[in-house]
Structure formats: structure tokens, C-alpha cells
């Protein structure tokens, strides 16, 4: 398991794990693997994917088998809702709804607005 970068680029595996198994002919088993916000962290970017690369030998005839699978990590929404009409010259009430969805609490975060008409957009830290 890796971080992969926006452009393409792997970085160092920083999970690795080997398992043995006998499967009866026609048979199936599935490995799981639960890799958690505190592992995968410090090797991902804003806009990163994890790779998952499994591979296989088939022991008797020295046949391999791989296949790998890229896990785009999704960036919580903002939700912005008009809390009155929108006229122009005037001030408009505007609610914006952000949900942390980490086991932990972020911090030294910035809100800024831009858009039309919004002449000096004005951080708010939070």
C-alpha cells in the first residue's frame, strides 16, 4: 500500500503484508485489510490517491497473478445555503456547513469566500 500523487507518482509502500493459503480447487477466500486514518496520514496530500497493489504466485506452476486498485480520497463538501434574497448593494447572510469526518480535530483552518461582485474577500479562521 502507497500514496500516489495527483501526477502518477508512487511514493514508498508504508504497509506491506504476506499471507500463505492452500485453496481447494473451484475455491475462494478473501484477505481483508483495514488500514486507518493514523497509518495512511502522513503519506497522503490534499489531492492523493492510496494504491493497493495485491499480488499472487501460484505455487505449482510458478504462474503470478497481480492486480492493483487506486483509491481516490474524497474531500468533504462544503454546504452554502442563501439565508435571504440576494440583492445587489447589499449585504447577503450566507451559511456555510462544514462536517469533520476525521477522528480528530482540525485546526489552524481558514474559510474565505470569493466570487462576483465580492470585492475583498475576508478570511475568517476557525
Known amino acids: ?13 508504508f504497509r506491506q503484508e504476506q499471507h500463505r493459503r492452500t485453496l481447494p ?15 495512511y496520514q502522513p503519506h497522503v496530500g490534499d489531492q492523493d ?3 493497493l497493489t495485491a499480488a ?22 462544503l454546504t452554502l445555503t442563501l439565508l435571504a434574497p440576494a440583492v445587489v448593494g447589499q449585504e447577503t447572510p450566507i451559511q456555510v456547513v462544514f462536517q469533520n469526518p476525521l477522528p480528530e480535530a482540525l485546526t489552524g483552518t481558514t ?13 475568517m479562521s476557525l
Open 25 to 39: 480447487p473451484g475455491e475462494e477466500e478473501t484477505v481483508t485489510m483495514t488500514v486507518t486514518f493514523a497509518e
Open 1 to 13: 500500500l502507497c500514496a500516489v500523487r495527483y501526477t502518477g507518482v508512487a511514493g514508498t509502500p
Open 111 to 123: 474559510l474565505r469566500m470569493e466570487g462576483a461582485g465580492i470585492s475583498c474577500p475576508k478570511p
Open 49 to 51: 490517491a492510496l494504491k
Open 56 to 77: 499472487g504466485v501460484v505455487q505449482e506452476t510458478g504462474q503470478v497473478v497481480a492486480k492493483e486498485l487506486r483509491v481516490r480520497l474524497h474531500t468533504p463538501e
